[in-house]
């Protein structure tokens, strides 16, 4: 609401700057066609201005929201042709009545007078501009807001069927060795599918069930990780009333446990979640173990993703590290939220 009242209110101060532009420029002298004083907002109310001014309102936003998008737009230059020498002979015409019914004269004015040099022809003129320009604006807006949210809807697309094929994968390896574990896996697995659905459409969500996502999927891991993986979880700081981007966090840690654990050799994943009122920083080490990878997983479409929607959700407002030593492999994410 407070945005729309902000846009009203500089639409109303620019057409109050561009319609006192006359006034600006008058010679002086005494009042002339039926004036009433010298002032700039004088000005405006005189018979021809104050016709002059409704027939420029509504033609900008008729320009502007109407006839661009339905003629330039679409490339109905013909129409648009038509158009535009229909309101050039409004304008004439509606001067032309003004001018010679709306106050006394001793000659009439000429009708190809008011294609000459004028203070409202310069108005008629810039009207014409700035329609179009603010209407081409509004549209590269538009389009470059529908690309992003289909970049976004294409990139959660990629992320989320392969965290799906890795999170099976885990329970695959619990089935396969007939343990208890496998049951509750599956009912983790559920509840993470089930957030997965309802809040993947929304651009941002409780950080609160983002960390519920993560640490329902870490316990998830946990059940078929053997005594050699250490794994050190922590979180720092308070998540409430803060939101995120979601799934945002999930690739870098699902990296870690897809990437770092081996079970013939020590394991170490270190996890810190840092939250403060205007930032989160995401922090994860894993030691780099032998890993058994098929052409899908060198393509790396977790972390390239995250990496693309990094730049189109927060751009200059996060910042990636990414160390990969020889040993180990360490990502520092900082998000700024404010």
Same mark, same amino acid.
């Given at each position: 609401?407070?945005?729309?009242?902000?846009?009203?209110?500089?639409?109303?101060?620019?057409?109050?700057?561009?319609?006192?532009?006359?006034?600006?420029?008058?010679?002086?002298?005494?009042?002339?066609?039926?004036?009433?004083?010298?002032?700039?907002?004088?000005?405006?109310?005189?018979?021809?201005?104050?016709?002059?001014?409704?027939?420029?309102?509504?033609?900008?936003?008729?320009?502007?929201?109407?006839?661009?998008?339905?003629?330039?737009?679409?490339?109905?230059?013909?129409?648009?042709?038509?158009?535009?020498?229909?309101?050039?002979?409004?304008?004439?015409?509606?001067?032309?009545?003004?001018?010679?019914?709306?106050?006394?004269?001793?000659?009439?004015?000429?009708?190809?007078?008011?294609?000459?040099?004028?203070?409202?022809?310069?108005?008629?003129?810039?009207?014409?501009?700035?329609?179009?320009?603010?209407?081409?604006?509004?549209?590269?807006?538009?389009?470059?807001?529908?690309?992003?949210?289909?970049?976004?809807?294409?990139?959660?697309?990629?992320?989320?069927?392969?965290?799906?094929?890795?999170?099976?994968?885990?329970?695959?390896?619990?089935?396969?060795?007939?343990? @208890?574990?496998?049951?509750?896996?599956?009912?983790?697995?559920?509840?993470?599918?089930?957030?997965?659905?309802?809040?993947? @459409?929304?651009?941002?969500?409780?950080?609160?069930?983002?960390?519920?996502?993560?640490?329902?999927?870490?316990?998830?891991?946990?059940?078929?990780?053997?005594?050699?993986?250490?794994?050190?979880?922590?979180?720092?700081?308070?998540?409430?009333?803060?939101?995120?981007?979601?799934?945002?966090?999930?690739?870098?840690?699902?990296?870690?446990?897809?990437?770092?654990?081996?079970?013939?050799?020590?394991?170490?994943?270190?996890?810190?979640?840092?939250?403060? @009122?205007?930032?989160?920083?995401?922090?994860?080490?894993?030691?780099?173990?032998?890993?058994?990878?098929?052409?899908?997983?060198?393509?790396?479409?977790?972390?390239?993703?995250?990496?693309?929607?990094?730049?189109?959700?927060?751009?200059?407002?996060?910042?990636?590290?990414?160390? @990969?030593?020889?040993?180990?492999?360490?990502?520092?994410?900082?998000?700024?939220?404010?």
């Amino acid at each position: 609401m407070n945005k729309r009242l902000v846009n009203i209110s500089i639409h109303l101060v620019v057409w109050f700057v561009l319609l006192s532009l006359p006034g600006f420029f008058r010679p002086a002298g005494p009042p002339k066609y039926g004036e009433h004083g010298f002032g700039i907002i004088d000005d405006i109310f005189v018979t021809h201005r104050l016709v002059n001014a409704v027939f420029l309102v509504i033609l900008f936003y008729t320009n502007c929201y109407l006839v661009i998008p339905k003629f330039y737009l679409a490339k109905r230059y013909a129409l648009l042709l038509l158009y535009i020498i229909g309101t050039i002979v409004a304008f004439v015409s509606i001067n032309y009545v003004v001018m010679n019914f709306g106050f006394a004269r001793k000659a009439p004015e000429s009708l190809f007078r008011f294609l000459g040099p004028s203070h409202n022809l310069l108005l008629f003129i810039i009207v014409y501009v700035f329609s179009f320009a603010l209407s081409l604006y509004n549209q590269w807006i538009k389009v470059k807001e529908e690309k992003l949210h289909t970049e976004i809807l294409f990139l959660r697309a990629q992320i989320n069927p392969h965290f799906l094929f890795n999170t099976l994968n885990s329970i695959y390896s619990l089935a396969i060795t007939k343990s @208890d574990k496998t049951a509750a896996a599956v009912v983790k697995l559920s509840g993470l599918m089930r957030y997965s659905i309802t809040e993947s @459409d929304k651009p941002l969500v409780p950080l609160s069930s983002e960390l519920d996502y993560i640490n329902n999927y870490i316990e998830l891991q946990k059940m078929r990780l053997s005594e050699k993986v250490k794994l050190n979880y922590i979180i720092k700081g308070h998540s409430t009333g803060v939101t995120i981007a979601p799934f945002l966090l999930i690739p870098f840690i699902e990296n870690a446990f897809k990437y770092g654990v081996n079970a013939e050799e020590d394991s170490d994943i270190h996890i810190l979640i840092s939250i403060s @009122d205007t930032e989160i920083s995401l922090d994860v080490i894993n030691n780099k173990v032998y890993v058994q990878k098929s052409a899908e997983d060198n393509t790396g479409l977790g972390i390239s993703n995250t990496k693309q929607r990094l730049k189109l959700l927060y751009p200059g407002k996060h910042q990636l590290v990414i160390t @990969d030593n020889d040993d180990k492999f360490n990502i520092h994410l900082k998000v700024i939220f404010n």
